[in-house]
């Protein structure tokens, strides 16, 4: 039986073991943490009882990915179960206004008659478009790139839009979220509704690109809704590693590969921090693509296909803030209690202020948050009647050089990181009075502390690499290593610094089972 290892047990680390366990590959995953998951983690974090995502909380993309497709019967057979959201997301605003999107379209049309009556037609129009483009960009988003097979659909595509409708989906591709919110949106709030999406990625609303998720998650979220794991976001993780272990592999935590074992050019194993070593046919590396060269320390300064990979870029950073809380927040917009996630922008002008002050180093005023309300679809997370709060903070500076407001000093986040995130309790206690007598307990996670938990997380780059078009589609990682090949031989990559990039999907995993499944 052929051998894979699997570095890091990420989404798609773990997707990929999955998946050839049960095509009867013996695998093994050695993962560096003290846990597997990588940026799925669920934890007890701040008081007994109270179950925190430490990071990724919304499993929408690999409930309907491919990797839940293929194992469905397994990952629900070893206790996966995810609790959707009719619900999704809110947005709402320093003068007490809201716009939040439901699954129901009439009721979304009739919270946009009263906050952006200008702009019911074209969320009409926008919403016909996704339908209209999803049975040809979700395709895309699931196929290798570039491939024979991705030309293929491209030429399908083509043959049913026609050379116009291809086209300005091109466009739609390379377009900033501000270009798409000023094309389609009059009201400042229906634009800030999209282009927060964008800052879930690192498009602050003029950067090329932002435009795509701006409209599939916007309206995306209409048409799909919200997923969360029941119990934590961890109930995905557990499940996969469940399915490697009954199918006779094994995943080992405390286990950092430090280097990569080449002869004649070819992987053959691998050694880990406590010396051991580990002999295998293929290699997966979950690792992020610009930490590769530190695991062949041999061959990087004489092969460019290899050192080149540096200049893979991370994208800004992201805090984690997580409250226990006694009462759930009481917003000012009242709505926005019911939604899975509510936004702080607040504008699209605050987003692009934000965006340029993190890229120069300045801690932002105003940074964009995404408060997650978990315990409003899933009480399971927290004691009888108690709740609990996910507050992701985008965008944040890689290295500080001061803080806009100039209130803060200091430049290691592990000076000011509770500084800071008290600025971000002081902006939610704006727009839900009362929230800080509710907080029980408080972590705060600081873009230092995400690396620490997670190597790939660069300064704190919550995404495994920029998603700028640059290094995004079939350029991402970089030329020479795409397709999840490495320029060595039997070494191969995934996780979200390959494509389909960011995000629990576990799509590269599954591309990467199957190019050892030929
Ligand atoms: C704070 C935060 C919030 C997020 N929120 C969401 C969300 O709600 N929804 C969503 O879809 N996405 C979200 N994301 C993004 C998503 O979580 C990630 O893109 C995705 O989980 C990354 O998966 P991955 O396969 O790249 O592996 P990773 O999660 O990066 O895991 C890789 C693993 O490999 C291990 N590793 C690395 N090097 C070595 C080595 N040398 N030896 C052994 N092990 C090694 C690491 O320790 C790690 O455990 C969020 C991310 C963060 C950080």
Known sequence: MSKVLVIGSGINGLSAAAILAKRGKSVMVLEASDKFGGAVRTEEITLPGYRHDLFATNLSLFAGGGVMALLKEDLIRNGLEFIPSAKPYC???????????????????????????????????????????????????????????????????????????????????????????????????????????????????????????????????????????????????????????????????????????????????????????????????????????????????SDENISKIKNFKPGLGTMMIHLALSDPPTWRAAEAGDFNYVHIAPYIDDMAMTYAMAAAGKLPEQPTLVIGQPTVSDPSRAPNGKHILWIQVRVLPLEITGDASGEIDGKKWDDIGEQYADRVINIIEEYAPGLKNKILARKVLTPSDLERYNVNLIKGDSLGGSHHPSQFFFLRPIPGWTGHKTPIKNLYICGSGTWPGGGVGGGSGLMVANLLSK
Do not use: C
């Open 91 to 301: 947005s709402v605003f320093p003068d007490g206004k809201s716009i939040g999107i439901t699954m129901n379209r009439e009721s979304n049309i009739e919270t946009l008659k009263k906050i952006a009556p200008e702009d019911v037609e074209s969320w009409k129009l926008l919403t016909d478009k996704l339908i209209k483009l999803s049975p040809h960009l979700f395709p895309i988003l699931s196929t290798e790139l570039p491939s024979l097979a991705a030309a293929k659909l491209l030429f399908k595509s083509w043959r049913a839009i026609g050379t116009t409708g291809l086209f300005e989906l091109i466009r739609l591709l390379l377009q900033s979220s501000r270009s798409f919110a000023d094309e389609y949106f009059v009201h400042k709030e229906t634009k800030a509704l999209a282009a927060t999406w964008g800052m879930h990625l690192d498009y602050g609303p003029d950067i090329s690109g932002g435009a795509l998720f701006s409209f599939l998650e916007s309206i995306g979220g209409q048409e799909f809704g919200m997923v969360l794991g029941k119990g934590g976001a961890d109930s995905i993780t557990n499940a996969l590693t469940k399915i490697i272990v009954e199918n006779g592999g094994e995943v080992l935590v405390n286990s950092k590969v430090t280097e990569i074992l080449l002869k004649d050019g070819k992987a053959i194993g691998v050694v880990t921090a406590d010396g051991k070593s580990f002999k295998a046919e293929s290699i997966i590396a979950n690792v992020n693509p610009a930490l590769i060269p530190n695991l062949l320390p041999g061959v990087v300064k």
